[in-house]
C-alpha cells in the first residue's frame, strides 16, 4: 500500500517541545519552564474573561477591530500596521511561509527562540545561525553570512533563552546594513520587562521603513500565555501579504476582549515588573554563590550554567528540582545540555528553588 508522502523539507522538522507542567506524584507544581507570569492575569482581565463567555457563538470579528483600536492608541502607532494572530508565534510562522521558499536562507542568532529554526524549515528554506559572544547577538556575525539567499533576519529582542539584549545603535547598525530586501523581523516578546536605556522599541524603524517588522505578545508579562494572543506592527504591504495568508478566525473572541482589558489594567505590567526588577537579580546572586554560571537577563528568566566543578549535571539538578515540584527547562533542544532556564516566580517558589539547591549541593 501506498502512502500519502509530506513535503521532503519536513523530513528534519522536530515539533516544538513545550516546558513541562507536571511532575508525577508531585501534588504541588511551580511552573517555572515557560516565562510566563507567575501572577497570572490581573482581576479586571479575569472578570473580562468571564463576560466574554456572553459571545461564543457569534464567529468573532476577523479584523480584530478592538484589540487593534486599543494597540494603535496606547503605542501611539498606526491602526492600518497592526496584525493580530494566535500568539506572537502564528506571526512568525506566517512571515516565514510568506518570505522564505526552497533555496532561501533566514539568519537567526546561534542561541534564539526554538520557534524560528521550525518556522525557516517548515517553508524549505535554510537556518543560518550567527555566532554569539557570550550569549550575545552579535551585529558583525549576521551582517558577515548575508548573501543572495538571504531573505529574513530574525532577532530577538530580549533574547530568549539567554535573556540578553542588544542597544538600539545596534538595531539600527545592522538595519542600515541590510539590503533593502532582507526582511528584518525583531521579536519583542519580552519588551516590558526591559529597563536599560539603550534598548527601544523597533515601531519607529516599522514606521520609517518598509522591511521592519516587530512582534509582540500578551503571553509573558501580560500573563495570558493560554488565551493565544500576538500581534505585530508591520509595512502595510506586509500586512497585506499576511492577510492573505493567515485564516480568517486565529484571534478567539475572548482573546480579543480579555487583551484589551488587559492593556486597560497597566497596573498589573506595573506590579509584574517591579516583582521581576527585585527577584532578577536576588535570585542571579543566590545562584552564583552557589557556584552556578548566571547569564545576565533582561527578562522574566535566566540561563544558568552548571559547571563540572559543581560535581552535578544538569539534568540531575533538573530532577532534583522536579522532585520538589519545580519545574525549569531542560536545554537540549537549544543544544545546550547542560544548563537549565529558570522563570522568575512568586516569592514562594522563588525561595524554594533556592533552598532546594542549597540543600541539594551540601
Ligand atoms: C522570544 C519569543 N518570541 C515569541 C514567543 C511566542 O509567544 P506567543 O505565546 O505569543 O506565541 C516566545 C515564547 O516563549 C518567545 O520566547
Known sequence: MKNPIPNIHLNDLMPYKGGKSHVLGVEKIYKLSSNENPFGP?????????NAVNDITVYP????????????EFYSIDYSKIICGCGSDEILHLLARAYLAGNDEAIVSENSFA???????????????????DF????????????????????????????????????????????????????EA??????DESYHS??????DNNNVVVTRTFSKAYGLAGLRVGW????IEVIDVLNRLRIPFSVNSAAQKVAVAAINDQQHIINSVKHNNFWLPKIKHELENLGFIVTSSHCNFILIEVPI????????????????GIIVRQMYEYGLPNYLRLTIGLEEANSLVISSLVEFLK
Do not use: W
Open 42 to 50: 490581573s482581576k479586571a482581565v479575569v472578570r473580562a474573561y468571564r
Open 136 to 187: 550575545v547577538t552579535q551585529i558583525q556575525s549576521i551582517l558577515d553570512l548575508v548573501n543572495n539567499s538571504t531573505k529574513i533576519v530574525f532577532i530577538a529582542n530580549p533574547n530568549n533563552p539567554t535573556g540578553t539584549m542588544i542597544s538600539y545603535d545596534d538595531i539600527i547598525r545592522l538595519h542600515n546594513e541590510l539590503p533593502d530586501d532582507i526582511l528584518l523581523i525583531l521579536d
Open 309 to 324: 566543578e559543581l560535581n552535578h549535571d544538569a539534568d540531575e539538578i533538573y530532577n532534583f528540582l522536579c522532585s520538589r
Open 232 to 235: 505585530a506592527y508591520c509595512p
Open 61 to 72: 470579528d476577523p479584523s480584530n477591530n478592538e484589540l487593534t483600536k486599543k494597540l494603535s
Open 190 to 195: 519580552y519588551a516590558e520587562y526591559v529597563h
Open 115 to 133: 520557534v524560528y529554526p521550525l518556522a525557516i524549515k517548515a517553508s524549505g528554506a535554510r537556518v543560518v545561525r550567527a555566532k554569539e559572544k
Open 202 to 207: 523597533g515601531f519607529n524603524l516599522v514606521n
